[in-house]
């Protein structure tokens, strides 16, 4: 069983149920940095282990200009153009 936390204040926790797996990593992973402190760490060394541990994928950088407003549509569409799974990094 797998228990995945909500970093939001709940109090009672929601279920959730996880999205069917195939077993295999594929594609092209996107990784965005919020622009928070550090999240450029984080990201370079989750980068690494990708390229480590899931030689069959292809990683794409890109960054918020602030973590204060959501990201920009024309980055958003940019990335779900050119990415099948995203990663946003939220590290301070």
Do not use: H, W
């Not at 996880?18 to 992973?29: C, F, N, Y």
């Not at 994928?57 to 407003?69: N, S």
């Amino acid at each position: 069983m797998t228990t995945i936390l909500d970093p939001t204040d709940e109090r009672t926790p929601v279920a959730r149920q996880l999205a069917e797996r195939s077993g295999r990593l594929e594609g092209v992973i996107g990784l965005l940095d919020i622009s928070k402190p550090r999240g450029n760490v984080f990201l370079d060394a989750l980068e690494g282990l990708l390229a480590e541990k899931a030689p069959g994928i292809t990683t794409r950088r890109y960054t918020k200009p602030t973590f204060a407003k959501p990201c920009p549509d024309a980055l958003r569409q940019e990335i779900r153009g050119e990415c099948d799974y995203l990663i946003e990094a939220l590290a301070d």
